[in-house]
């Protein structure tokens, strides 16, 4: 496949993986096959050596047909899936960046027993306000911001509809729910594990498959990624936002390349125990 020549690209091609792991095992186990077959024909002993190699070599032909039987394509690259939507997170950050908002997004939760989260970047560091405004720009009260929809928004509407999905309730729910849906239902990861570091929440993730997009991002600035953060950081605080019913923040992400590996570091909003009392009304 070439690349129109407008673009300056005249004569790149792009090239496709025509067989995926288990046709190539197939393959093998057929190959295989053939040369056990080939060596049992050829000596002609009659004796255990030739009935083990015929044995062998049947055996691999049924586990090489088996393969390529039940053997399906890649749908979808993971690296070129993980890089359609950057641009997205990238230019809206630069957007908010112009305006002069510089701080770290915070997850708000919706109603009890409900999924639904908002995100909320202030223009400095602080806590978001009690009572979120329904347009995107907040400029009353002591902390300014910005409201948005979370990327991860469309996948939470998804394991609510299709996967059964139910509001955590409390730390320990909402941990598992973490990490049965980054590891179990969707497959996002190999590993993801939960733990809790004083105030922190510490979110570690090994084998991140959408990784390549992660890198991209945090190659054009690491801000990007605690002011206005993208796939699987706002899944886990989404999760945790709606499960613990408090706001959460992002504030520090640290990734490893060599295990495809994220470790996000998250605060806990205080004071937000209760969403039926503003804190600031007291007295």
Excluded at 74 to 89: I, K, N
Excluded at 169 to 187: N, R
Aim: hydrophobic share 40%; aromatic share 8%; charged share 20%.
């Amino acid at each position: 496949m070439n690349i129109g020549s407008g673009y300056g690209l005249e004569g790149l091609t792009m090239k496709k993986r025509q067989y995926n792991d288990y046709q190539v095992s197939g393959i093998v186990l057929l190959s295989a096959a053939f040369l056990l077959l080939l060596v049992a024909t050829l000596l002609n002993r009659s004796d255990i050596t030739s009935a083990t190699l015929f044995l062998c070599g049947v055996a691999a032909f049924l586990g090489g047909v088996f393969l390529l039987t039940f053997a399906k394509p890649e749908p979808v690259d993971a690296h070129t899936a993980s890089l359609l939507p950057v641009m997205g997170s990238i230019n809206i950050s630069r957007m908010i960046a112009d305006m002069g908002v510089k701080g770290n997004a915070w997850f708000i939760p919706g109603e009890a027993e409900s999924s639904e989260v908002r995100e909320f970047i202030p223009v400095a560091d602080g806590l978001p306000p009690f009572h979120m405004p329904d347009f995107s720009f907040a400029i009353e009260g002591q902390n300014p911001g910005i409201q948005l929809i979370p990327d991860a928004a469309p996948v939470m509407d998804l394991l609510s509809k299709h996967h059964g999905f139910n509001t955590p309730s409390g730390e320990s729910e909402s941990f598992t729910a973490v990490k049965e849906i980054l590891e179990d239902i969707l497959e996002y990861a190999d590993c993801a594990d939960l733990s809790k570091d004083g105030d922190s929440i510490i979110v570690a993730v090994k084998g991140y498959r959408l990784y390549d997009g992660c890198r991209y991002v945090a190659g054009e600035s690491k801000k990007i990624c605690t002011m206005h953060p993208c796939g699987i950081c706002s899944l886990a605080a989404c999760i945790l936002a709606s499960g613990l019913s408090v706001p959460v923040k992002i504030d520090y992400i640290d990734m490893d390349d060599a295990t495809r590996s994220l470790r996000i570091i998250m605060t806990v909003g205080p004071g937000y125990q209760s969403r039926g009392e503003d804190p600031d009304s007291s007295g």
